[in-house]
């Protein structure tokens, strides 16, 4: 029941044959985009002689629309104190 819940095979052989073939697609995606250049800055480079894997940094997303004029209100409703528990 709980299988069919998250709807995975009862089948251990089933599940990780499946598990293998997604890896394998996942890592041949990957391997094609590091060779043609389109993994967004993604590199495989060496630290300490071992296989390493460097992503670049992201810029912080702006924030969403509308968020400060929520936490105003929330201050607003509940006061000052809430506005420490905001500073996200």
């Known amino acids: 029941m709980h299988y069919a819940a998250i709807r995975q ?4 052989r089933a599940f990780i044959a499946d ?3 997604r890896i394998t697609t996942a890592l041949d995606g990957l391997s094609a985009a590091l ?5 967004g800055g993604v590199k495989v480079t060496a630290r300490k002689g071992e296989p390493w894997i460097t992503v670049p940094k992201l810029e912080p997303p702006d924030e ?3 968020l400060q004029a929520l ?3 929330v201050v607003r409703r509940w006061g000052p104190l809430t506005e420490l528990s905001l500073a996200f």
């Open 64 to 66: 969403p629309t509308g």
């Open 19 to 21: 598990l293998k073939k």
């Open 9 to 12: 095979p009862l089948n251990p």
């Open 35 to 39: 060779a043609d250049g389109s993994a």
């Open 71 to 73: 936490k105003d209100e």
